[in-house]
């Protein structure tokens, strides 16, 4: 494990590897392809000099909680401490957010979009605004509360009414200033089209809709696991989006800060992967206190049946995915796609239903020293799925953004057809171990989906 190149995210450094930045990502042109080709390990560590885009990978200045411009003093709470939505100027249980990005009207029709859900359900979304008054900031200590954005998904009533802004236009400069692509306009990917309609009235029966928690990978907002959200949402899950804060190029806070990536200055540093699963899975607890608990922190609660959670993440999200299950019973099943785990298995093992969804680079027998380790030690219902001609960022939107913008990518895989495995082998998933359902396309080859190879370790070749 020691010796593999660690890859927290499309974007992110390579601890071992001298600081250099391991990178990739979404972009309009050739320089936005930097965005979506990571690094190799030869050119991390010292051997291909990255593209010129990159820079060297300095991150960003990190504007602290109650600033804007790097102040370390926390806000006061606003009003009666309610949960504000990121899009709205009213933040009590109920209220409608209103859209913080205005004067445009809507989405111009050259705008990317995210291919639409196919469930049955109408989809609605909301993000809230949390403080963890238990703790401060891992990363920031001198900020004495823990500060979270969530998106909710969820099934909505049928509304015509303004779709969710894929980001807003802060986080979308703050993606592209910290790649070097000043070329493209900063809001760009503020305009990519969604499904989701803001403030939609939640439907369903109570605790009738399982809860999944998705976490991006390093560097990654939670608005690059929309697709695979909004999927869920309209096949009646309720979706908590995590991001996590100071780990992304940007998170916007409804007071208008921006809180950037503190973490990437350590991110090379001994020991970062094994406390950053930490600090998401205690961001998780606290998340599923706030939706569970006895007064919950959003209108629609009542839908989440608490015996029914799992996690799903990207990267470093993916590898969270273990760690909240391991810290967290209430965490019944997990996924992990193409992220390199961290937090240590006990000995006796977990029997909790988990899932590696992957990359060709995690193959059993060296391709991932961390999962093969793990893979003896989970002892209950488990696959290792490969996809064939995938690289990392598949199993997130930025693949399908960019092939509607023209951007070549390493990947073999169209966006579209990504997004599509990922979406339903995830869901059969969650049927299978939340609902109880049976779901043959877990039980191995698909002839629907030729590119997913199940993987017997220690054999390295997956069928």
């Given at each position: 494990?020691?010796?593999?190149?660690?890859?927290?995210?499309?974007?992110?450094?390579?601890?071992?590897?001298?600081?250099?930045?391991?990178?990739?990502?979404?972009?309009?042109?050739?320089?936005?392809?930097?965005?979506?080709?990571?690094?190799?390990?030869?050119?991390?560590?010292?051997?291909?000099?990255?593209?010129?885009?990159?820079?060297?990978?300095?991150?960003?200045?990190?504007?602290?909680?109650?600033?804007?411009?790097?102040?370390?003093?926390?806000?006061?709470?606003?009003?009666?401490?309610?949960?504000?939505?990121?899009?709205?100027?009213?933040?009590?249980?109920?209220?409608?957010?209103?859209?913080?990005?205005?004067?445009?009207?809507?989405?111009?029709?050259?705008?990317?979009?995210?291919?639409?859900?196919?469930?049955p359900h109408p989809v609605g979304t909301v993000s809230l605004y949390l403080r963890d008054t238990s703790r401060p900031d891992p990363w920031v200590p001198s900020v004495k509360v823990r500060e979270l954005m969530v998106s909710l998904w969820?099934?909505?009533?049928?509304?015509?009414?303004?779709?969710?802004?894929?980001?807003?236009?802060?986080?979308?400069?703050?993606?592209?200033?910290?790649?070097?692509?000043?070329?493209?306009?900063?809001?760009?990917?503020?305009?990519?089209?969604?499904?989701?309609?803001?403030?939609?009235?939640?439907?369903?029966?109570?605790?009738?809709?399982?809860?999944?928690?998705?976490?991006?990978?390093?560097?990654?907002?939670?608005?690059?696991?929309?697709?695979?959200?909004?999927?869920?949402?309209?096949?009646?899950?309720?979706?908590?989006?995590?991001?996590?804060?100071?780990?992304?190029?940007?998170?916007?806070?409804?007071?208008?800060?921006?809180?950037?990536?503190?973490?990437?200055?350590?991110?090379?540093?001994?020991?970062?992967?094994?406390?950053?699963?930490?600090?998401?899975?205690?961001?998780?607890?606290?998340?599923?206190?706030?939706?569970?608990?006895?007064?919950?922190?959003?209108?629609?609660?009542?839908?989440?049946?608490?015996?029914?959670?799992?996690?799903?993440?990207?990267?470093?999200?993916?590898?969270?995915?273990?760690?909240?299950?391991?810290?967290?019973?209430?965490?019944?099943?997990?996924?992990?796609?193409?992220?390199?785990?961290?937090?240590?298995?006990?000995?006796?093992?977990?029997?909790?239903?988990?899932?590696?969804?992957?990359?060709?680079?995690?193959?059993?027998?060296?391709?991932?020293?961390?999962?093969?380790?793990?893979?003896?030690?989970?002892?209950?219902?488990?696959?290792?799925?490969?996809?064939?001609?995938?690289?990392?960022?598949?199993?997130?939107?930025?693949?399908?953004?960019?092939?509607?913008?023209?951007?070549?990518?390493?990947?073999?895989?169209?966006?579209?057809?990504?997004?599509?495995?990922?979406?339903?082998?995830?869901?059969?998933?969650?049927?299978?171990?939340?609902?109880?359902?049976?779901?043959?396309?877990?039980?191995?080859?698909?002839?629907?989906?030729?590119?997913?190879?199940?993987?017997?370790?220690?054999?390295?070749?997956?069928?």
């Open positions: 494990m020691d010796n593999e190149p660690r890859r927290y995210g499309t974007l992110g450094r390579a601890p071992g590897t001298g600081g250099r930045a391991v990178r990739g990502g979404l972009a309009v042109a050739a320089g936005l392809l930097a965005l979506l080709v990571p690094l190799t390990p030869a050119s991390a560590s010292g051997g291909a000099p990255a593209p010129a885009t990159l820079g060297d990978g300095a991150p960003p200045a990190a504007a602290a909680p109650g600033s804007g411009t790097g102040s370390s003093a926390a806000p006061a709470p606003s009003g009666s401490g309610a949960p504000a939505s990121e899009n709205s100027k009213a933040s009590g249980p109920g209220t409608t957010p209103e859209p913080a990005v205005t004067g445009t009207g809507d989405v111009p029709v050259t705008a990317a979009r995210l291919p639409a859900p196919t469930g969820y099934p909505a009533a049928p509304r015509h009414g303004r779709r969710a802004p894929y980001m807003t236009p802060q986080e979308s400069e703050a993606l592209l200033k910290g790649e070097g692509l000043t070329d493209l306009p900063p809001g760009v990917l503020a305009e990519t089209r969604t499904s989701a309609v803001l403030g939609a009235r939640p439907v369903g029966r109570r605790h009738g809709s399982p809860l999944v928690v998705l976490s991006p990978g390093f560097i990654r907002s939670r608005k690059t696991l929309t697709g695979l959200a909004e999927e869920l949402a309209s096949r009646g899950y309720v979706v908590a989006g995590i991001d996590h804060t100071y780990e992304s190029r940007g998170t916007s806070f409804p007071d208008g800060r921006l809180a950037t990536c503190v973490a990437c200055e350590v991110d090379h540093e001994k020991g970062f992967g094994e406390k950053a699963v930490a600090v998401r899975a205690a961001d998780v607890s606290f998340v599923l206190d706030e939706l569970t608990g006895p007064r919950p922190k959003w209108a629609g609660a009542s839908l989440i049946d608490p015996g029914r959670i799992a996690m799903a993440g990207h990267s470093l999200g993916g590898a969270s995915s273990l760690a909240a299950m391991l810290k967290d019973g209430r965490v019944k099943a997990g996924i992990d796609m193409d992220g390199t785990t961290y937090a240590p298995i006990p000995p006796e093992g977990i029997a909790r239903p988990f899932m590696f969804l992957a990359s060709p680079e995690h193959t059993p027998g060296g391709g991932s020293p961390a999962w093969d380790r793990d893979w003896g030690l989970m002892t209950g219902w488990k696959r290792w799925l490969t996809v064939a001609g995938a690289q990392h960022s598949s199993f997130t939107d930025l693949i399908s953004l960019a092939d509607q913008l023209g951007v070549p990518h390493e990947g073999e895989l169209s966006g579209d057809r990504s997004m599509k495995i990922t979406r339903d082998y995830v869901l059969a998933f969650l049927d299978r171990h939340l609902r109880g359902r049976s779901r043959p396309l877990l039980d191995g080859p698909s002839a629907r989906y030729p590119e997913v190879g199940h993987c017997s370790p220690p054999r390295s070749t997956c069928s």
